[in-house]
């Protein structure tokens, strides 16, 4: 099938992007970015690590850990690569502590036994002082009892379904909360949007979101109703027939949550079937330019997504980023909500440490409520007392060059809320 085909073309270049990129790191990350007097003025380790962390008197270790092969692939380079100028950038101004850091990177491929048999080597063998890594929540829910058991930290950058909260996780992306009830409001006010067709892929992040957006439209919107509601395993590629149920119904919007590679079928498929985006409204709530980056802008030109990132965001902190960004993996890259969550967890993560004076887990955790993170390119975020960020709500439409026009933003940062009232 063509669409199949498209994708393995598209998805190829990704992967050969990813694999270019990280044949050029070993050169990065063995030069010396550090003075002397940095390292003289770095405390000792046994001051800083009381834990028997992967921690010296010149170097921390920490894991990344995201797919890298599979379906989700499409979705997660950008947070590997997003992670690595992180990385690359504090070690240039000179480290956690006055330590460099060094990663271990190891491949989740898609299959959530493997992310949480990853984590458990990450923290028991390598004794990583954090991890940076999962996309989906059922890799995260796979990896969080392992990071509990042996208390490591987890920097988890994707928008997710809240209903969580953990001593050991930092969410840098936001809940759903956060991300979905602002978009409703505006995609009923600005687009008359009355009745939806839910659609998602099937395991827990869409499902629990959809649940919030039905009780969202059904109790919240006035006049508003689900007129169907479809999920389907993690790599489908055959939507045609609930496209053909989305084309009886003609729902004012089609409100979707399908993830990873299923995506490049889906809106091909959507566009096959004579479904113009430009005038039919689809709001996504998983969708990015990383996503686009498959999918390809002409198969989706006119849909609208809810994140709180934008690739096109006007400020200059993401101007800078966005330059940094395509100087070190090439001008053709594209950069996504969740990448740049992923981002933010290293910076987070040292700006925490030396708040804490301690790479230890325990003290991490306590000093993590509060840290401001100005130069985060989404413009400011903070961490709450529930280790989710502070952020705004926006909604972009997409464009032909695959990327996102914003339409709406929130006025205010939006506090998080992973237990809403009403909607569990």
Not at 114 to 122: D, N, Q
Not at 350 to 365: N, R
Request: glycine share 8%; aromatic share 10%.
């Amino acid at each position: 099938m063509s669409s199949n085909n498209d994708n393995h073309d598209k998805f190829s270049g990704t992967r050969r992007r990813l694999l270019q990129g990280m044949a050029a790191l070993p050169l990065l990350s063995t030069t010396s970015l550090f003075s002397g007097s940095a390292f003289a003025q770095a405390p000792a380790t046994s001051a800083v690590n009381t834990t028997g962390l992967a921690v010296t008197d010149t170097e921390v270790t920490v894991g990344i850990l995201h797919s890298v092969t599979g379906t989700m692939a499409i979705s997660e380079t950008g947070s590997v690569q997003a992670e690595k100028l992180a990385i690359e950038q504090i070690n240039a101004s000179g480290g956690v502590l006055g330590r460099k850091i060094k990663f271990i990177q190891e491949d989740g491929a898609s299959d959530w036994p493997t992310f949480a048999e990853k984590a458990k080597k990450l923290l028991v063998n390598d004794k990583v002082a954090a991890i940076m890594g999962c996309w989906t929540s059922a890799s995260r829910k796979a990896v969080l009892p392992v990071v509990e058991q042996y208390n490591g930290m987890l920097y988890y950058p994707t928008f997710y379904e809240g209903l969580e909260q953990s001593k050991n996780v930092i969410y840098t992306g936001q809940e759903a909360t956060q991300q979905i009830l602002a978009g409703l409001d505006w995609v009923q006010k600005e687009k008359g949007g009355k009745t939806f067709y839910l659609i998602g892929s099937d395991y827990i992040w869409p499902r629990t979101s959809m649940k919030i957006a039905r009780k969202h439209i059904e109790g919240h919107l006035k006049d508003s109703s689900v007129v169907g509601e479809e999920y389907f395993p993690l790599g489908h590629t055959q939507f045609n027939s609930v496209i053909n149920k989305i084309k009886l119904k003609k729902p004012d919007v089609i409100y979707a949550a399908v993830v990873g590679g299923s995506n490049v079928a889906f809106y091909k498929q959507l566009k096959a079937a004579g479904i113009d985006l430009s005038k039919q409204t689809l709001l996504t709530i998983s969708v990015t330019e990383d996503e686009i980056d498959g999918i390809g802008g002409e198969n989706i030109a006119g849909a609208y997504s809810c994140m709180k990132y934008f690739q096109s965001l006007d400020n200059p902190n993401n101007k800078e980023f966005v330059a940094a960004f395509k100087k070190m993996w090439g001008e053709k890259t594209v950069i996504g909500d969740v990448t740049q969550a992923a981002y933010l967890g290293p910076w987070l993560w040292k700006m925490t440490v030396e708040k804490a004076g301690s790479f230890d887990i325990d003290k991490i955790a306590e000093a993590s409520a509060g840290i401001e993170f100005t130069k985060a390119p989404e413009g400011y975020v903070k961490i709450h007392p529930n280790h989710h960020l502070w952020s705004k709500t926006r909604v972009g439409q997409a464009q032909l060059d695959g990327q996102f026009k914003v339409v709406f933003e929130t006025a205010n940062l939006i506090e998080p809320d992973p237990f809403p009232k009403g909607y569990q």
